[in-house]
Nanobody
Framework: QVHVVESGGGLVQAGGSLRLSCAASGSIFKINAMGWYRQAIGKQRELVATVTSGGRSNYADSVKGRFTISSDNAKNTVYLQMNSLQPEDTAVYYC????????????????WGQGTQVTVSS
């Protein structure tokens, strides 16, 4: 099976920084992409940032210039450096990994972590 585990959330003051980590493990032949999504209370889950195995990244407009996504392909790990955090960034942040399974040929599947809480105080 494929497992996705996030870490690094916490409580910070407005203007502060956090670095989230996400590691994918298990029966993985290849990771196509990994990314971060977030869901605030009363809102739908939204894309924050994604990066492909080839290094292409994209960001939500709301975090451009403040957040940076990076990856370590050898470790099947993705990071999200969050700077200049604001109260509106408060949410549960979820990691997603889109992978090709070792035993399932070229078919790709997405797997979600359990989330890590980020709280930004004003």
């Amino acid at each position: 099976q494929v497992h996705v585990v996030e870490s690094g959330g916490g409580l910070v003051q407005a203007g502060g920084s956090l670095r989230l980590s996400c590691a994918a493990s298990g029966s993985i032949f290849k990771i196509n992409a990994m990314g971060w999504y977030r869901q605030a209370i009363g809102k739908q889950r939204e894309l924050v940032a994604t990066v492909t195995s080839g290094g292409r990244s994209n960001y939500a407009d709301s975090v451009k210039g403040r957040f940076t996504i990076s990856s370590d392909n050898a470790k099947n790990t993705v990071y999200l450096q969050m700077n200049s955090l604001q109260p509106e960034d408060t949410a549960v942040y979820y990691c997603n990994a889109n992978v090709i399974r070792e035993t399932l040929g070229s078919a790709s599947f997405s797997y979600w972590g359990q989330g890590t809480q980020v709280t930004v105080s004003s």
